[in-house]
């Protein structure tokens, strides 16, 4: 089972950035799917961005287009999220997973096979 670590999560003000990474414990990612998920409290799991490990293509959803950026780094087994312009309405916890195949439902969490332990974001207006 593929194990992932997140790290990179704080508390920044309105208009600040962050990098999350996320850390797998194995060199399994060929054609697997990559994402990233937040859920805020009292609101349900939210589809962020994923990426496609072999091919780098990449989704995202609306809210976040031209601020964040999901990327990977075959050599060190690591997915990123950048997140630039970042508003108050960010702030959740940021979970990233993966998936052995299906890009078509890349935004659903409930098809993803393997997940990390979440890190807080917390935007201050």
């Known amino acids: 089972q593929v194990q992932l670590a997140e790290s990179g999560g704080g508390l920044v003000q309105a208009g600040g950035s962050l990098r999350l990474s996320c850390a797998a414990s194995?060199?399994?990612?060929?054609?697997?799917?990559m994402g990233w998920f937040r859920q805020a409290p009292g609101k349900e799991r939210e589809f962020v961005a994923a990426i496609s490990w072999t091919l780098g293509i990449t989704t995202y959803t609306d809210s976040v287009k031209g601020r964040f950026t999901i990327s990977r780094d075959n050599a060190k087994n690591t997915l990123y999220l950048q997140m630039n312009s970042l508003k108050p309405d960010d702030t959740a916890v940021y979970s990233c997973a993966g998936k052995r195949t299906g890009w078509s439902t890349s935004y659903d969490p409930v098809e993803y096979d393997y997940w990390g332990q979440g890190t807080q974001v917390t935007v201050s207006s």
């Open positions: 194995e060199r399994t990612f060929s054609n697997h799917v």
